[in-house]
């Protein structure tokens, strides 16, 4: 696996590659981002996991370590951040307990994130339920995706069928959504 020297290059070659980005936050005088280097990085498992990946180790505290951190509500390191190239996320870890919890709970999204974009990339959004656009736009939301989750609430506000409940939701959403995409 070879790493990425910056953020913008995990990028584009993940895009390129049609991979995911790993993005290790770590911090100067960090002993638990050391520790985490110590039990993942030799294990032939932490090897397999970043081959659809391109890493990347981002300080937390400098401009674009910032950026992102404030984007994912990272505030600590050792985190994991992994996501599309567009920036929809993947997995999230905060802090290092063990190896075992690492492989299981990051091997467990990424397979949960390809079963959730698969349906994603199925959908005829002018098709969609009112309870699967709104499912889907608030998965897409919470997946930091505001753009892919617009049009979803939009028809979760007016398909046919929608329920008071399921219109209220949709709208709250949507307004936080547009609010998010400088679009009120």
Not at 25 to 31: A, N, Q, S
Not at 74 to 82: H, K, N, Q, R
């Amino acid at each position: 696996v070879l790493w990425a020297m910056s953020a913008d290059e995990a990028i584009q070659r993940a895009a390129k590659e049609n991979k995911f980005v790993f993005l290790e936050f770590v911090r100067k005088e960090c002993g638990n981002c050391k520790r985490m280097d110590g039990l993942l990085y030799p294990a032939f498992d932490f090897e397999a996991l970043l081959v659809p990946m391109v890493p990347v180790k981002v300080d937390l505290d400098s401009p674009i370590g910032r950026e992102y951190a404030d984007r994912y509500n990272v505030d600590e390191a050792p985190a994991i951040l992994i996501t599309t190239p567009e920036g929809r996320l993947v997995f999230l870890m905060a802090g290092f307990f063990n190896q075992g919890d690492f492989f299981r709970n990051a091997g467990t999204a990424v397979e949960g994130y390809r079963k959730f974009a698969k349906t994603v990339d199925s959908q005829n959004i002018g098709k969609l339920t009112a309870k699967e656009a709104l499912e889907t736009g608030t998965e897409l939301y919470r997946r930091s995706d505001p753009a892919a989750a617009l049009p979803r609430l939009k028809r979760a506000t007016s398909a046919p069928g929608a329920t008071v409940p399921q219109r209220e939701d949709a709208l709250e959403l949507l307004a936080a959504v547009q609010l998010d995409l400088s679009q009120p």
